[in-house]
């Protein structure tokens, strides 16, 4: 191994809990140096310098004058990232695309804001991780542990937002490498379990939402995610009942928690939604069964209760469809 490697020159802070190494079939990773606690920040960083336009509009020649922009010791840490392990980029915007990150807009009328981040850039991916940037405040990410991370291990971030309702084929053809994550592995019982958790979670999502992934806001008419016809128009047309939608709800919490990606922060977006559902029905019983649910101590103990309100219909119904097709 090269003592002299490009990415040794990165500037890692002293404090941060991890170190950059080579990392087997991966080029280069990020591996933590300690323990680090499940909801721990590991690294805060602003970006190196930040491009405002849709990521496919954007042109070596607008990487080439923000970087033309930058500080001499700027402009060495953006070039140490033309070696990207295994090869070297070809062009300034190939580097620029594969080491920035999208931040979010506070304000919609802006364009898309892609920043890059030499640091975040190293860590690598897994359709498991064991790390996330939950959001983004203003310029600078952020990532936390999801998970309790030992010393040696290494750090992963899952690269796509939908993994969650992708199979391994699906997410191998638009990573355009072979992830060897638990869930990737092939002939294991994991992943066979896994690509049926994914897909029951899409289907889900479909339910809920009446379109599928891939389909932006069109009704999908080859190769449904949804086989059964009469089930699939409730979902186009927001007919299922608050009852379902509540029980599908809790049955995706359940898998996401199952596959290993149900993390705290993830947690505390969905768990409030769950709670606040009672107070949408109208009929006591049904309020009875979701607050017993709401009380049980596991996921799994909160959907065997839930399941007491499959078939059973509520005053609401009908208000709800019309709401949600207003909402369209």
């Known amino acids: 191994m090269s003592t002299g490697h490009p990415y040794r020159s990165l500037r890692v802070p002293d404090k941060v809990p991890f170190e950059l190494r080579p990392s087997p079939g991966k080029g280069w990773g990020a591996f933590a140096t300690r323990r680090i606690a499940r909801g721990s920040r590991i690294l805060s960083e602003k970006p190196i310098f930040i491009i405002r336009r849709p990521h496919t509009e954007i042109t070596d020649d607008h990487v080439t004058i923000a970087f033309k922009k930058l500080l001499p010791k700027q402009k060495a840490q953006f070039l140490l990232l033309h070696d990207n ?20 807009n506070s304000d919609r009328n802006e364009p898309e804001a892609h920043g890059l981040f030499p640091l975040h850039s190293r860590f690598n991916h897994s359709c498991i991780p064991n790390a996330k940037i939950p959001n983004v405040t203003g310029e600078v990410i952020s990532s936390f542990a999801t998970k309790d991370i030992h010393a040696g291990e290494e750090i992963n971030f899952c690269y796509n937002t939908d993994f969650e309702c992708r199979t391994r084929y699906e997410r191998h053809q638009a990573l355009r490498f ?11 019982s994991f992943r066979r379990l896994s690509d049926i958790r994914r897909r029951l979670i899409r289907g889900l999502q479909y339910l809920t939402r009446g379109v599928d992934l891939d389909r932006n806001g069109q009704k999908q ?27 599908y709800a809790l049955l995706t919490i359940f898998f996401l928690e199952e596959e290993g990606l149900l993390d705290d922060f993830m947690e505390a977006r969905l768990r409030p939604s769950l709670t606040k559902t009672v107070q949408f029905f109208k009929s006591e019983s049904n309020q009875s069964i ?10 799994l103990k909160k959907l065997q209760v839930g399941f007491k309100l499959y078939g059973r219909e509520d005053a609401v119904d009908y208000e709800l469809t019309l709401a949600l097709r207003r909402l369209r």
């Open 178 to 188: 072979t992830c060897q994550c638990m869930a990737c592995l092939p002939g294991t």
């Open 290 to 299: 979701v607050r017993k649910a709401m009380q049980q101590n596991t996921w």
């Open 85 to 104: 392990g295994a090869k070297r980029f070809t062009s300034m915007n190939e580097a620029f695309a594969e080491n920035s990150f999208n931040i979010a």
């Open 221 to 247: 008419t080859s190769h449904p995610i949804i086989v059964d016809s009469k089930l699939r128009m409730m979902a186009e047309t927001f007919s299922i009942p608050l009852s379902s939608r509540w029980i």
